[in-house]
């Protein structure tokens, strides 16, 4: 496959954009720990998060989350290089609030432990190996799949079927809600990953203004 090929399916000009991003939520996840670890961590708990029940079966859309960031990306990335600037850009911004957040306020939540030996019982207890409770406030899981929603909803009439902006949609606020049902989250982290994405994209918009 010849480099005008390759440009065709993913162009070339969206390769460091996303370099960049997945070197940024490096920084912002991992590398603040070096700066966090052993401090004091903050639970923002609130009695309505303490009232919500853990339903392990949330933890597919948990999980398939990373493939609706991937395709989202991907389909964002094909899209005129203005329109997808805005994004990627917004994007980092929004990363860059975390990684503010997560040195000067870091979080933690306590998880409970896990009953029962199903699949997603199971799947579960491996998201919760695999993932410290801490940089939780914004949410980085809803700040990526908001902001996939944004940027594939323009996307609907041109390149996808009619249905997939409400489907998307129904799946991202999937992922919202396995944030809290899995007890990764709480409601604040929500509305944090949100607002993250919003002022990112309208920051990034001065930039890259959507064309009229």
Known sequence: MNLKKINRIFPLYSVLPIAAMLAMNAITYFGTRIF??????YNIE?????????????VVFYLLAYGQWIAGYILIGREKKSYAYRFFLGEIIAKSFCLVIFLVFPTTLNRPEITGNGIFE????MVYSLDAADNLFPSIHCLESWLC???CRKLTATRLPRWFSGANLVFTLGVFAST???KQHVLIDIAGGFAAVEIGLLISSRFFPAET
Do not use: K, N
């Open 122 to 125: 199971r799947l579960l207890a």
């Open 36 to 41: 966090t670890t052993g401090r004091y961590h």
């Open 149 to 151: 929603y944004r940027g």
């Open 46 to 58: 609130s009695p309505l998060d303490r009232m919500l029940p853990v339903v392990p079966f949330f």
């Open 180 to 182: 809290v049902l899995l």
